[in-house]
């Protein structure tokens, strides 16, 4: 088992900063997740824990071991790719035991490992096929274990089920999981969908703008979001922020609980009866759910309703909710309560 830090790493081109101060420690055999929006930098750090960039500052080691100016080869890491990067001119087995044969692994050797990770994976029967033979997720399973056959402890993941249908995406979240936890690998795994790092992830780094939100695990992020940023971006539909002007929600006679300049109210977590009253603007029909945007005062506030909800647009209605689900933010955007 293999643990990952980051010691103040950054990453820039002349005036450009990817990165800025990154400290991280990532734990063995866990699954931490880098998330966040486009261009936010997480696909650079992964490239730089991966030896594939090097940084401009800052040290990088994996099991107490500085790899910072060591090749890729050195560190001891598999990586799996958005693309899959398989050869289509070679079976599924040439394909995963490719990397073998390049490090001049014994054959018996390279054939115990090609049999254990097809047996994982359930690629057995498709050994001598070519990949274009294959669906999106049975690709996806043989570059997974193109990266188990090398027995390295840490395996780095950019966007890999990014290419899939939902339906597929969501199985493959389930069996990476699974497995993860079966051979306890260290997993580092790229992506901007909240869904794959909420129910995959022991720990989610939520990156912005080259600099670490928060980093927290799944139900601290969800419960305690450090920053209007973090509040916002995990959770569908969002948080909502409502502005607080002189003790009450922008607007109206609503008076709250604290002196934050901002009172986040997560969808999910507002009730239809209550003493808050409000009209129903619009709404979206999601099957399960019904989501209601309702003004209160200046501010809208987004409902997520039962599916069986009935409520057309122009109704008033009364809104409520406990004081144990409100969230405050100062104008910087910073928690406060």
Not at 229 to 258: C, E, K, W, Y
Request: proline share 4%.
């Amino acid at each position: 088992m293999s643990s990952i830090r980051l010691v103040n790493v950054s990453k820039h081109w002349e005036s450009t900063k990817a990165l800025d101060g990154i400290h991280l420690a990532i734990e063995p055999a866990s699954f931490c997740v880098l998330l966040g929006p486009s261009g936010c930098g997480k696909s650079t750090t992964l490239r730089i824990v991966a030896g594939l960039e090097s940084a401009t500052e800052g040290q990088v080691f994996i099991d107490g071991r500085e790899v910072t100016t060591l090749p890729p080869a050195q560190r001891g890491i598999a990586m799996v790719f958005q693309n899959y990067a398989l050869f289509p001119h070679l079976s599924v087995a040439d394909n995963i035991a490719f990397g073998l044969q390049v490090r001049k692994v014994d054959k018996a050797e390279a054939q115990r490992r090609l049999e254990h990770a097809a047996e994982l994976l359930g690629l057995g029967a498709l050994l001598q096929r070519k990949p274009s033979q294959l669906s999106g997720g049975q690709q996806q399973r043989v570059a997974l274990g193109r990266a188990l056959v090398a027995q390295t402890r840490v395996c780095l993941m950019d966007e890999p089920l990014s290419n899939l249908d939902a339906q597929l995406r969501q199985e493959m979240r389930h069996e990476l999981r699974e497995l993860q936890q079966r051979l306890a690998l260290t997993v580092v795994y790229v992506t901007h969908d909240q869904a794959e790092a909420m129910s995959m992830a022991d720990q989610v780094v939520l990156l912005n703008k080259g600099r670490i939100e928060q980093n927290a695990a799944p139900r601290a992020l969800y419960a305690a979001p450090a920053t209007t940023f973090a509040a916002r971006f995990i959770g569908t539909p969002a948080m909502n922020l409502l502005r607080v002007q002189d003790g009450r929600i922008a607007g109206s006679t609503v008076a709250v609980a604290h002196p934050g300049q901002l009172l986040g109210l997560r969808p999910e977590a507002v009730s239809l009866g209550g003493a808050v009253a409000a009209t129903v603007q619009s709404y979206e029909y999601l099957g399960a759910d019904l989501v209601l945007r309702c003004a209160v005062g200046s501010e809208q506030i987004v409902v997520r309703a039962g599916g069986t909800t009935d409520v057309p647009v122009g109704t008033q209605v009364a809104l409520g909710w406990r004081p144990e689900d409100e969230h405050y933010f100062d104008a910087q955007g910073a928690r406060v309560g």
